[in-house]
């Protein structure tokens, strides 16, 4: 039951945050906004916002102009619910609110990077926060994780440098950050996950498109790789 519980909270989030991150980005920010359909513009009842269940029951329709809707809204749903069901694996010894505002701010990096492949400051200097709290209470050797971090930098600073525009400067600030709570011998592994399960995905693009489209959002990726060394 706790669960499902989790998954439900985990929903609620990912459909607020994937919504908020779009206004952050493109500065439309207005607290007293209400949610409309993408196609008539209609604005929605309760009824039509809750996470996965009412998009189910519309047959993924608008209930309005009976225009379909669009597949990301459920996709993140559902991915937000389970992502908050892992984090709760990853972080059982923290309290609930941690776990909730580590899924709000990593949710909120993620999809930001996803509409506009941009993450705000802010939500850096917050991750920053909440992974010095990780390090203070896993207790992690801090010189140790000090010098990883700042390897981390110079290394992703000198690639950048040689390779111009080959990563993005909030990608290389969040490896250096999330490195001060990564144990040492386990920071290779993070690499590896988060390069290879990017470079499936974009490879799955390339063959299901069948060109390239551009630059690859790697928040979602970092994250991944980042709970599975966790989970560890």
């Not at 225009?67 to 010894?93: A, H, M, Q, R």
């Not at 200097?125 to 930098?153: A, G, K, N, P, R």
Request: glycine residues 4%; contains cysteine.
């Amino acid at each position: 039951m706790i669960y499902i519980i989790q998954f439900i909270i985990g929903s609620c989030l990912g459909s607020f945050t994937y919504c908020f991150a779009f206004d952050w980005v493109h500065q439309q920010i207005r607290l007293t906004r209400r949610s409309t359909c993408d196609h008539c513009s209609t604005t929605l009842k309760a009824i039509d916002l809750v996470p996965i269940f009412s998009q189910v029951l519309s047959r993924f329709k608008c209930r309005y102009c009976q225009k379909p809707t669009t597949s990301y809204y459920i996709i993140v749903e559902i991915i937000s619910g389970l992502l908050f069901v892992w984090s709760s694996f990853v972080f059982n010894e923290y309290h609930f609110y941690f776990i909730l505002i580590f899924n709000l701010v990593s949710l909120l990096m993620i999809y930001c990077d996803i509409h506009a492949m941009m993450v705000p400051d802010l939500l850096q200097f917050i991750l920053l926060c909440l992974v010095l709290y990780i390090v203070y209470v896993s207790e992690l050797e801090f010189d140790m994780q000090l010098l990883l971090s700042s390897v981390t930098f110079v290394s992703f600073f000198i690639f950048n440098t040689l390779r111009p525009a080959s990563i993005g400067g909030a990608d290389i600030k969040v490896f250096t950050i999330l490195s001060l709570c990564i144990p040492v011998s386990l920071f290779p592994m993070f690499l590896f996950i988060t390069s290879t399960t990017a470079l499936c995905y974009f490879l799955l693009r390339y063959l299901f498109s069948f060109k390239f489209t551009g630059a690859l959002p790697f928040f979602p990726f970092i994250f991944f790789g980042l709970y599975c060394i966790l989970s560890i």
